[in-house]
């Protein structure tokens, strides 16, 4: 606890010395920026592990820069080897081709655990958190796509749902791997954001270092474009993510969007390959007092088709959301809380993850 209170402490002088850093004019400018502008940095990471001072505080910049100004990046020199990468692919491609039965036997089925395999059409992610709304979107275009859930392996309370060795041998030790890598990655990320906003570096760690995360597998299989382009329907509806950030690998498929929030309008991410797509999730937005925008995305039909077949190629790709520890309690970060104070009360990390996806399954 006293090195959480120092911290703060810390923090807390450096925005004195500093009150204009975190409202910059330039922040205020974005307000007028057009869809030619909105783009989604390229931002190299591999300086954040050097000795240099110099050069770890201009990656610090830079993401904090794209985390106020469009909620995204990608970062390329994460240090996630891409082979690696490609076995988890591997090892997803050949779960979500096992028989829809054996699929079935490791359901999902209670958003406390947030565990095990979602069908087609189960969830619909949206932006909207009334209960009604939801419900009747998800009768009318559920999304078209099938994902695999897996938590924390060590948690006392709640067990990932494993495919037995038989029909996958490999899979759960890649995903537990591929876990903790991803983990390790999420808090030189965290010490990266600390560093940016003038808070010690280390700040989040006490905080973030319980590994309480979810690696979500998604395939979307090829579809019909004219489905897919019916109103309503989307592989993935506009939405927001829930926690501290979210990274994405994705396949060269494509089909991610993300809002421009001055226009409404959805640009295009395309992937990039070797690079990880990082998004701010609405808790980090509101530990930020929303100097760090949650911003709106969607996946939708690709651009590349299978034009003979009308149908879209299938895509598969990786999420893992990253978040605090579930005892964390999430008020204004030092140094953000701006000319009118906290905008929201604290909250819990558990209870805020719990009520956000109880509204999200049925
Ligand atoms: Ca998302």
Same mark, same amino acid.
């Given at each position: 606890?006293?090195?959480?209170?120092?911290?703060? @402490?810390?923090?807390?002088?450096?925005?004195?010395?500093?009150?204009?850093? #975190?409202?910059?004019?330039?922040?205020?400018?974005?307000?007028?920026?057009?869809?030619?502008?909105?783009?989604?940095?390229?931002?190299?990471?591999?300086?954040?592990?050097?000795?240099?001072?110099?050069?770890?505080?201009?990656?610090?910049?830079?993401?904090?820069?794209?985390?106020?100004?469009?909620?995204?990046?990608?970062?390329?020199? @994460?240090?996630?080897?891409?082979?690696?990468?490609?076995?988890?692919?591997?090892?997803?491609?050949?779960?979500?081709?096992?028989?829809?039965?054996?699929?079935?036997? #490791?359901?999902?089925?209670?958003?406390?655990?947030?565990?095990?395999?979602?069908?087609?059409?189960?969830?619909?992610?949206?932006?909207?958190?009334?209960?009604?709304?939801?419900?009747?979107? &998800?009768?009318?275009?559920?999304?078209?796509?099938?994902?695999?859930?897996?938590?924390?392996?060590?948690?006392?309370?709640?067990?990932?749902?494993?495919?037995?060795?038989?029909?996958?041998?490999?899979?759960?030790?890649?995903?537990?791997?591929?876990?903790?890598?991803? @983990?390790?990655?999420?808090?030189?990320?965290?010490?990266?954001?600390?560093?940016?906003?003038?808070?010690?570096?280390?700040?989040?760690?006490?905080?973030?270092?319980?590994?309480?995360?979810?690696? &979500?597998?998604?395939?979307?299989?090829?579809?019909?474009?004219?489905?897919?382009?019916?109103?309503?329907?989307?592989?993935?509806?506009?939405?927001?993510?829930?926690?501290?950030?979210?990274?994405?690998?994705?396949?060269?498929?494509?089909?991610?969007?993300?809002?421009?929030?001055?226009?409404?309008?959805?640009?295009?991410?395309?992937?990039?390959?070797?690079?990880?797509?990082?998004?701010?999730?609405? #808790?980090?937005?509101?530990?930020?007092?929303?100097?760090?925008?949650?911003?709106?995305?969607?996946?939708?039909?690709?651009?590349?088709?299978?034009?003979?077949?009308?149908?879209?190629?299938?895509?598969?790709?990786?999420?893992?959301?990253?978040?605090?520890?579930?005892?964390?309690?999430?008020?204004?970060?030092?140094?953000?809380?701006?000319?009118?104070?906290?905008?929201?009360?604290?909250?819990?990390?558990?209870?805020?993850?719990?009520?956000?996806?109880?509204?999200?399954?049925?």
């Amino acid at each position: 606890m006293s090195f959480v209170r120092s911290a703060m @402490h810390n923090a807390a002088c450096i925005s004195r010395a500093h009150p204009s850093r #975190l409202f910059s004019p330039n922040f205020r400018s974005l307000a007028t920026v057009s869809d030619q502008h909105f783009r989604v940095p390229v931002i190299d990471f591999a300086p954040f592990w050097s000795d240099s001072e110099g050069m770890k505080k201009e990656v610090a910049r830079q993401v904090v820069d794209a985390f106020k100004n469009i909620g995204f990046m990608y970062i390329k020199n @994460h240090g996630v080897d891409e082979v690696f990468v490609q076995e988890v692919f591997h090892e997803s491609d050949k779960f979500f081709a096992l028989p829809q039965a054996v699929k079935d036997e #490791l359901a999902w089925k209670d958003p406390r655990a947030n565990r095990g395999y979602v069908k087609q059409g189960r969830e619909r992610v949206t932006d909207s958190t009334d209960p009604e709304v939801i419900k009747k979107l &998800r009768e009318t275009s559920p999304d078209v796509k099938e994902s695999m859930e897996i938590g924390l392996e060590t948690d006392p309370a709640w067990k990932n749902h494993w495919p037995s060795t038989g029909v996958a041998p490999d899979f759960r030790s890649t995903m537990l791997k591929f876990y903790d890598t991803c @983990h390790t990655l999420h808090l030189d990320v965290l010490r990266s954001i600390a560093m940016g906003l003038g808070l010690n570096e280390r700040f989040f760690d006490p905080l973030a270092d319980q590994k309480c995360h979810t690696l &979500r597998l998604l395939n979307y299989p090829p579809v019909s474009r004219k489905l897919l382009e019916k109103e309503g329907q989307a592989r993935a509806g506009a939405h927001s993510d829930y926690g501290s950030i979210t990274f994405v690998f994705q396949d060269d498929v494509g089909g991610l969007q993300v809002q421009n929030p001055h226009t409404k309008n959805f640009i295009s991410a395309t992937p990039i390959p070797g690079t990880i797509v990082v998004n701010v999730g609405d #808790l980090l937005a509101r530990w930020s007092n929303d100097i760090f925008r949650s911003t709106l995305h969607r996946v939708v039909s690709p651009t590349r088709s299978d034009a003979a077949s009308g149908f879209t190629p299938r895509r598969q790709s990786i999420a893992f959301f990253c978040n605090p520890n579930w005892t964390t309690m999430v008020e204004c970060l030092p140094g953000c809380e701006g000319l009118n104070g906290p905008k929201y009360p604290k909250v819990l990390t558990e209870d805020y993850l719990v009520q956000r996806l109880s509204q999200t399954y049925d």
